[in-house]
């Protein structure tokens, strides 16, 4: 069950870039402050994935411009490494970028409600907190969390395949594609890779 109850602040997050070979994951989160009317502006508004590349650009620009004009909301995107991932996992490493984003956004004092996407949990020591299955498709603000994770996550990709263009990280992100394999095939891992999750690709 969805219990939402009025906090001064809503807070979305979810993440993105959970399944690439190669690249950093991205947490996203999204405090808006004030009554429920206040997070208006996100009515209809999907899960990232559900978006088209220009839909999802626009939402985040929206939602960055809303945060400037309104002064009511604050915006945390925290990048986990790929070898942050190959030392510690997933699920650590989540829970390390979801302390972070947390950290940034709630003040010791802050009345607040946490909405999580999925299997993200905050720190226990955050006690309004609900983890929704299918979140991201359920609740706007994780939704608009996902939005500006996975715009920003994209345009990062696209800056580093200038610095690594043969492995094509602007066509596929990073995602485990047959021609980012046969990249990885002929060129071999790059810093950027995730080398826990290459290990069934014949390098040889």
């Not at 996203?28 to 402050?33: P, V, W």
Request: proline letters at 4%.
């Amino acid at each position: 069950m969805i219990i939402i109850v009025n906090k001064k602040y809503l807070i979305g997050i979810d993440e993105v870039g959970r399944g690439p070979l190669a690249g950093p994951m991205m947490v996203g989160a999204i405090a808006i402050a004030g009554e429920p009317p206040a997070a208006q502006f996100l009515e209809g508004i999907k899960d990232s994935k559900k978006l088209t590349k220009l839909q999802r650009e626009k939402w985040s620009k929206k939602i960055w411009a809303e945060k400037e004009k309104a002064g009511n909301i604050n915006i945390a995107i925290v990048s986990i490494s790929p070898a942050v991932i190959d030392k510690f996992g997933i699920s650590p490493s989540l829970k390390l970028a979801v302390a972070k984003c947390l950290k940034i956004l709630v003040g010791q004092d802050d009345e607040y409600q946490i909405m999580l996407d999925g299997s993200l949990y905050a720190p226990e020591k955050y006690k309004n907190q609900q983890t929704i299955i299918k979140g991201d498709e359920k609740i706007p603000i994780i939704s608009a969390a996902s939005v500006v994770a996975k715009v920003y996550r994209d345009n990062l990709m696209q800056k580093l395949h200038k610095k690594y263009p043969e492995y094509g990280f602007d066509a596929h992100k990073g995602y485990g594609t047959a021609a980012h394999i046969a990249a990885i095939k002929k060129h071999g891992l790059s810093t950027l890779h995730r080398r826990s999750f290459c290990r069934n690709i014949n390098l040889s």
